[in-house]
């Protein structure tokens, strides 16, 4: 399994983890604020198809190491905040919610777990992406992930954007080449 998302076609990245279980406590931090905002983002989740997912992203509260921002990311350097509508609430095995986005530009996101032994098989695929945002959004997700994995073995996560700002380049030349 490589660490790096697979393009699945136009605006769409999948990527997967096996992470370990149980499967309750994945969910957990798929829809928990407490334990989300330690590798993704706080807020609430109201468990229900419909229900509104808060997202208050603080990526310097992500690991306890020093990190730096690049320029084109400063904005976020005190944190952002959106909702987002779930668009399917299957616990403990299928979230669904939309990604924020500018209006008519909202993207979705899915989570779907399943058991495999004592560990969990984490599929995430956000779709609907514009094309300007693929490299950005693959290179978040892959540096989220990267964070939920360390989080969930009990190790300290490498920082957000010292990760996030080469595997970005990264994932624009796959996507060129993809093209």
């Given at each position: 399994?490589?660490d ?5 076609g ?7 983890r096996?992470?370990?279980?149980p499967?309750?406590?994945v ?6 604020s ?6 993704l983002a ?28 690049p ?29 924020p ?6 993207s979705e996101v ?31 997700w892959?540096?989220?992930?990267g ?19 080469p ?6 030349r ?6």
């Amino acid at each position: 399994m490589s660490d790096y998302g697979t393009i699945i076609g136009p605006g769409a990245v999948r990527f997967e983890r096996l992470l370990p279980g149980p499967i309750e406590r994945v969910w957990a931090y798929l829809t928990e604020s407490d334990k989300r905002g330690t590798w993704l983002a706080r807020g609430a989740v109201e468990p229900r198809a419909g229900g509104q997912v808060e997202l208050h992203f603080l990526h310097a509260e992500l690991s306890p190491l020093p990190d730096e921002i690049p320029a084109k990311y400063k904005s976020l350097e005190k944190g952002a905040s959106s909702t987002a509508r779930v668009t399917r609430w299957e616990p403990p095995r299928l979230l669904s919610h939309s990604w924020p986005g500018s209006p008519g530009e909202e993207s979705e996101v899915t989570f779907e777990l399943t058991p495999q032994g004592d560990d969990v098989l984490l599929v995430l695929t956000h779709r609907r992406l514009g094309a300007a945002k693929m490299a950005s959004a693959a290179g978040g997700w892959h540096t989220h992930l990267g964070i939920l994995v360390d989080r969930l073995h009990g190790r300290v996560p490498q920082p957000f954007f010292i990760t996030h700002t080469p595997l970005e380049a990264e994932y624009e030349r796959r996507i060129a080449s993809a093209s």
